[in-house]
């Protein structure tokens, strides 16, 4: 089957149909997202070698349930060991011998086929097209986000950073009636929310707030700051924005370093959560219901023989979310 691999280096390659496990299922790929996270990758982040992509619907074509073929699907993207103290208290996403579709482990879904345990798979509803239910994954990171923190109606809320997953946490802490505001860098983003009730804000540079009176307080005293820009200056962005006692959200996975004094956020007694995969029952129904339609966030569609292009298109300025088409041909 082709695949798009990375080995140091991104190419396009011919690879045996993968075999499934005891208890996974054979899935064709029938359209792929690409994420932040496959950037970093290609750039170092967790060493990995392998067929990348995470964000997928396809359509179960083996499975040791009969029910589960022919049934469309998406899927969580952590494999635990089911047997370690983790796994057996519902952590199986943190188990230390887990694997992750296309990011550590396990080869992902930039290919004609993947597998993956029956556990991790969710029936996508009939109405919730595949360019819909590919946002599956990344909607529920954001989701995640109300899982950890509970944000109601007299928050005010900052997210920084105006990208794909910016702009999903701000279509799904709209509908809490939470103060929300949006810091970013591309008026064409910020357009995507601003008749949503989303307050946006444009800065040249996401570096420290000295302008702090734009979000109409000074200093500005959030609440809770969701750091999404995917840039190791987002985190100083959400520093100076939150205020004593509040919460910094982190959900920022990047290669480089990140140099901070902790002093910020001792004194001010900031609590800070690492945020990462969330839950997706209700980010389907939240897709199957239409009170979120991430189809505005998709830039462009590749098929899947120009998934290298994809992924540097995708790195371009300006640039939303990616899919790749994947065609399958007999082999």
Not at 229 to 242: E, F, L
Not at 308 to 321: D, E, I, R, S, T
């Given at each position: 089957?082709?695949?798009?691999?990375?080995d140091?280096?991104?190419?396009?390659?011919?690879?045996?149909?993968p075999?499934?496990?005891v208890?996974?299922?054979?899935?064709?790929?029938q359209?792929?997202?690409?994420?932040q996270?496959?950037?970093?990758?290609?750039?170092?982040y967790?060493?990995?070698?392998g067929?990348?992509?995470?964000?997928?619907v396809g359509?179960?074509?083996?499975?040791?349930?009969?029910?589960?073929?022919?049934?469309?699907?998406v899927?969580?993207?952590?494999?635990?060991?089911g047997?370690?103290?983790?796994?057996?208290r519902?952590?199986?996403?943190?188990?230390?011998?887990?694997?992750?579709?296309?990011?550590?482990?396990r080869?992902?879904?930039?290919?004609?086929?993947?597998?993956?345990?029956?556990?991790n798979?969710?029936?996508?509803?009939?109405?919730?097209?595949?360019?819909?239910?590919?946002?599956?994954e990344?909607l529920?990171?954001?989701?995640?986000?109300?899982?950890q923190?509970?944000?109601?109606?007299d928050?005010r809320?900052?997210i920084?950073?105006?990208?794909?997953l910016?702009?999903?946490?701000?279509?799904?802490?709209?509908?809490?009636?939470?103060?929300?505001?949006?810091?970013?860098?591309?008026?064409?983003?910020?357009?995507l929310?601003?008749?949503l009730?989303?307050?946006?804000?444009q800065?040249?540079?996401?570096?420290?707030l000295?302008?702090?009176?734009?979000?109409?307080t000074?200093?500005?005293?959030?609440?809770?700051?969701?750091?999404?820009?995917?840039?190791p200056?987002?985190?100083?962005?959400?520093?100076?924005?939150v205020r004593?006692?509040?919460t910094?959200?982190?959900?920022?996975?990047?290669?480089?370093?990140?140099?901070?004094?902790?002093?910020?956020?001792?004194?001010?007694?900031?609590?800070v959560?690492?945020?990462?995969?969330?839950?997706?029952?209700?980010?389907?129904?939240?897709?199957?219901k239409?009170l979120?339609?991430?189809r505005?966030?998709?830039?462009k569609?590749?098929?899947?023989?120009?998934?290298?292009?994809?992924?540097?298109?995708?790195?371009?300025?300006?640039?939303?979310?990616v899919?790749?088409?994947?065609?399958?041909?007999?082999?």
């Amino acid at each position: 089957m082709n695949a798009l691999r990375f080995d140091g280096q991104v190419c396009m390659v011919q690879v045996p149909r993968p075999q499934p496990a005891v208890g996974e299922a054979l899935i064709r790929v029938q359209l792929v997202g690409l994420c932040q996270t496959d950037v970093e990758i290609t750039r170092g982040y967790k060493n990995f070698q392998g067929i990348l992509g995470h964000e997928f619907v396809g359509q179960v074509v083996a499975a040791p349930d009969a029910a589960w073929i022919g049934q469309r699907v998406v899927g969580e993207i952590n494999i635990g060991c089911g047997r370690c103290p983790r796994c057996q208290r519902g952590q199986a996403k943190h188990c230390q011998h887990r694997t992750v579709l296309g990011i550590y482990g396990r080869d992902g879904a930039l290919a004609e086929y993947l597998t993956l345990p029956l556990a991790n798979l969710h029936q996508v509803p009939a109405s919730v097209p595949d360019e819909v239910a590919v946002f599956t994954e990344p909607l529920a990171a954001a989701l995640e986000i109300l899982a950890q923190v509970p944000v109601g109606p007299d928050y005010r809320v900052l997210i920084v950073g105006d990208g794909k997953l910016g702009l999903l946490s701000a279509l799904v802490l709209r509908l809490t009636g939470c103060e929300l505001h949006l810091l970013g860098r591309h008026p064409e983003k910020l357009a995507l929310v601003a008749d949503l009730g989303v307050m946006t804000h444009q800065a040249d540079r996401q570096a420290e707030l000295d302008n702090s009176a734009q979000f109409g307080t000074y200093p500005p005293d959030f609440d809770l700051v969701v750091e999404a820009s995917g840039s190791p200056s987002g985190w100083h962005t959400a520093v100076a924005a939150v205020r004593p006692q509040g919460t910094i959200v982190a959900k920022s996975t990047y290669q480089q370093a990140l140099e901070f004094n902790p002093t910020m956020l001792v004194v001010p007694e900031v609590t800070v959560i690492g945020s990462r995969c969330g839950p997706f029952a209700p980010a389907l129904r939240l897709l199957a219901k239409g009170l979120i339609d991430p189809r505005p966030l998709i830039s462009k569609v590749f098929p899947l023989a120009q998934a290298p292009a994809a992924l540097a298109y995708a790195q371009q300025p300006g640039v939303l979310k990616v899919l790749v088409e994947v065609s399958v041909h007999a082999n």
